[in-house]
């Protein structure tokens, strides 16, 4: 069984920086993506950022310059580095990773929903003003 956890999640003012894990168990790599996903109330669930083990990393334009991914392959863990935090950041975040022959992609109505995707419960971010 697939498993995602996520933890780091919290509350913060803006221009501050949370780092959040991922620790992925049960699953095959390959050469799958695992990323994160954010959605805040009202909004659509939106791809944010991917990495696979060939550390090819791709972020959405919103975030860039402001979130890092990366992976320690040992742990099986995967983080996100969100610095320079802003309101608009504040959002549940999920960790995702690729289904059998299915591909990231965004955005989606609603994050947890999309079967062929494995899903964490999600973190919650919080950025005040």
């Known amino acids: 069984e697939v498993q995602l956890v996520e933890s780091g999640g919290g509350s913060v003012q803006a221009g501050g920086s949370l780092r959040l894990s991922c620790i992925i168990s049960?699953?095959?790599?390959?050469?799958?993506?695992v990323g994160w996903y954010r959605q805040a109330p009202g909004n659509e669930c939106a791809l944010v950022a991917t990495?696979?083990?060939?550390?090819?990393?791709w972020y959405a334009d919103s975030v860039k310059g402001r979130f890092t991914i990366s992976e320690d392959s040992n742990k099986n863990t995967v983080y996100l580095q969100i610095n320079s935090l802003k309101p608009e950041d504040t959002a549940m975040y999920y960790c995702?990773?690729?289904?059998?022959?299915?591909?990231?992609?965004?955005?989606?109505?609603?994050?947890?929903?999309?079967?062929?995707?494995?899903w964490g419960r999600g973190t919650q971010v919080t950025v005040s003003s």
């Open positions: 995702a990773a690729e289904g059998p022959g299915q591909t990231l992609f965004g955005p989606l109505r609603r994050c947890a929903a999309y079967e062929s995707i494995y």
């Open positions: 049960g699953f095959t790599f390959g050469d799958s993506n």
């Open positions: 990495i696979n083990r060939r550390d090819y990393r």
